[in-house]
C-alpha cells in the first residue's frame, strides 16, 4: 500500500508594533530646559572708543559659554595654517635640467661605467631625485560647521578670560595714525586691556562690522593692532591676538548667529 503524505500548514506570525510609551512629565521638562539653555545670555560692558562705560550687551551662551574643545580647535586652525600654506620649493628633475641630449660615450669599450646621460641625478649638474615640487597641494578640507565651532570655542575661551573688550563704534573722520593711537591709549584704560600700546604684532585685534579707509590706513602704522571685519574673523585670527576688541557687538552678534546657521 502507498505510503499517505503529510503536508503542515505554515502559519504566519505577525509582527505587533512596540507600544510607543507616553512622553513623562520629566522627559519634558528636559526638553524644555535644553531648549531655555541655548537662550541663556550673558552680560558684558559696552565702552565707547574714549574708554568710557556705555551700557552692557546679552551675550548668547551658544557663542560665548561653549565648553573648550582643544582637538577641534587644533584641528581646525592646523587645517587653516595648511591652507596658507603655499608650494615655493622647487627642484628640477633630470627631464627639466638644460643638456644631457647626447650620450657621453659609446655604451662598450672604454673601460667606464655605461652612462645614457649627463644630466642624471648622479651626475654634478644633473637633476635632483625626490626633491622637492611646486605642484604638490597642502590644502585640507575643513567642514563649515566644525569652523563655526572652533571660532565660538575660542570667543568664549577669552571672553572667560576677560580678553574680550565690546566697544559700541569706531569713527575716525580722517587717515591719522595719531587719533588711531589715542583711541587705543583710551582703550587701555579699561582693566585687563594695559597691554593694548604694545608693540607686539599681536596685541590687539580689531574686528570692524565695515573697515574704512580712513580706520585701516590710521591702524595700518600701529605695529601691535591689526584690523580685521568681523566677517572674517576666524579661530586662527581670534587665537594668535593677545586681546580681541569687537566694535558694534550686536552686529556682530548677528553674524555670529549666521554662522551657527549656515556654519560659514
Given at each position: 500500500?502507498?505510503?499517505?503524505?503529510?503536508?503542515?500548514?505554515?502559519?504566519?506570525?505577525?509582527?505587533?508594533?512596540?507600544?510607543?510609551?507616553?512622553?513623562?512629565?520629566?522627559?519634558?521638562?528636559?526638553?524644555?530646559?535644553?531648549?531655555?539653555?541655548?537662550?541663556?545670555?550673558?552680560?558684558?560692558?559696552?565702552?565707547?572708543?574714549?574708554?568710557?562705560?556705555?551700557?552692557?550687551?546679552?551675550?548668547?551662551?551658544?557663542?560665548f559659554?561653549?565648553?573648550?574643545?582643544?582637538?577641534?580647535?587644533?584641528?581646525?586652525?592646523?587645517?587653516?595654517?595648511?591652507?596658507?600654506?603655499?608650494?615655493?620649493?622647487?627642484?628640477?628633475?633630470?627631464?627639466?635640467v638644460?643638456?644631457?641630449?647626447?650620450?657621453?660615450?659609446?655604451?662598450?669599450?672604454?673601460?667606464?661605467?655605461?652612462?645614457?646621460?649627463?644630466?642624471?641625478?648622479?651626475w654634478?649638474?644633473?637633476?635632483?631625485?625626490?626633491?622637492?615640487?611646486?605642484?604638490?597641494?597642502?590644502?585640507?578640507?575643513?567642514?563649515?560647521k566644525?569652523?563655526?565651532?572652533?571660532?565660538?570655542?575660542?570667543?568664549?575661551?577669552?571672553?572667560?578670560?576677560?580678553?574680550?573688550?565690546?566697544?559700541?563704534?569706531?569713527?575716525?573722520?580722517?587717515?591719522?595714525?595719531?587719533?588711531?593711537?589715542?583711541?587705543?591709549?583710551?582703550?587701555?584704560?579699561?582693566?585687563?586691556?594695559?597691554?593694548?600700546?604694545?608693540?607686539?604684532?599681536?596685541?590687539?585685534?580689531?574686528?570692524?562690522?565695515?573697515?574704512?579707509?580712513?580706520?585701516?590706513?590710521?591702524?595700518?602704522?600701529?605695529?601691535?593692532?591689526?584690523?580685521?571685519?568681523?566677517a572674517?574673523?576666524?579661530?586662527?585670527?581670534a587665537?594668535?591676538a593677545?586681546?580681541?576688541?569687537?566694535?558694534?557687538?550686536?552686529?556682530?552678534?548677528?553674524?555670529?548667529?549666521?554662522?551657527?546657521?549656515?556654519?560659514?
Amino acid at each position: 500500500m502507498a505510503e499517505k503524505k503529510t503536508t503542515t500548514k505554515k502559519t504566519s506570525v505577525k509582527k505587533v508594533a512596540p507600544k510607543k510609551e507616553p512622553v513623562t512629565k520629566d522627559a519634558a521638562e528636559k526638553v524644555v530646559q535644553k531648549v531655555q539653555d541655548k537662550k541663556k545670555t550673558l552680560e558684558a560692558t559696552i565702552y565707547s572708543q574714549t574708554g568710557t562705560s556705555a551700557g552692557t550687551v546679552s551675550l548668547p551662551e551658544s557663542i560665548f559659554a561653549v565648553k573648550w574643545n582643544n582637538d577641534l580647535v587644533h584641528q581646525v586652525v592646523t587645517g587653516m595654517l595648511a591652507n596658507k600654506r603655499t608650494s615655493t620649493a622647487h627642484a628640477k628633475d633630470r627631464s627639466e635640467v638644460s643638456g644631457g641630449g647626447k650620450k657621453p660615450w659609446k655604451q662598450k669599450g672604454t673601460g667606464r661605467a655605461r652612462h645614457g646621460s649627463s644630466r642624471s641625478p648622479i651626475w654634478v649638474g644633473g637633476g635632483v631625485t625626490h626633491g622637492p615640487r611646486n605642484e604638490k597641494d597642502y590644502s585640507k578640507k575643513i567642514n563649515r560647521k566644525m569652523r563655526a565651532k572652533a571660532l565660538f570655542s575660542v570667543l568664549s575661551k577669552k571672553f572667560s578670560d576677560g580678553h574680550v573688550l565690546f566697544v559700541e563704534s569706531l569713527s575716525i573722520g580722517a587717515p591719522k595714525t595719531k587719533d588711531a593711537a589715542a583711541i587705543l591709549s583710551s582703550l587701555a584704560g579699561v582693566k585687563g586691556f594695559e597691554s593694548l600700546t604694545s608693540k607686539k604684532k599681536t596685541a590687539a585685534l580689531i574686528a570692524l562690522p565695515e573697515i574704512t579707509e580712513a580706520i585701516k590706513k590710521s591702524f595700518s602704522n600701529i605695529p601691535g593692532a591689526t584690523v580685521i571685519a568681523t566677517a572674517e574673523l576666524s579661530a586662527l585670527s581670534a587665537l594668535n591676538a593677545s586681546r580681541l576688541v569687537i566694535i558694534d557687538p550686536k552686529k556682530a552678534l548677528e553674524l555670529f548667529e549666521k554662522k551657527t546657521v549656515s556654519g560659514k
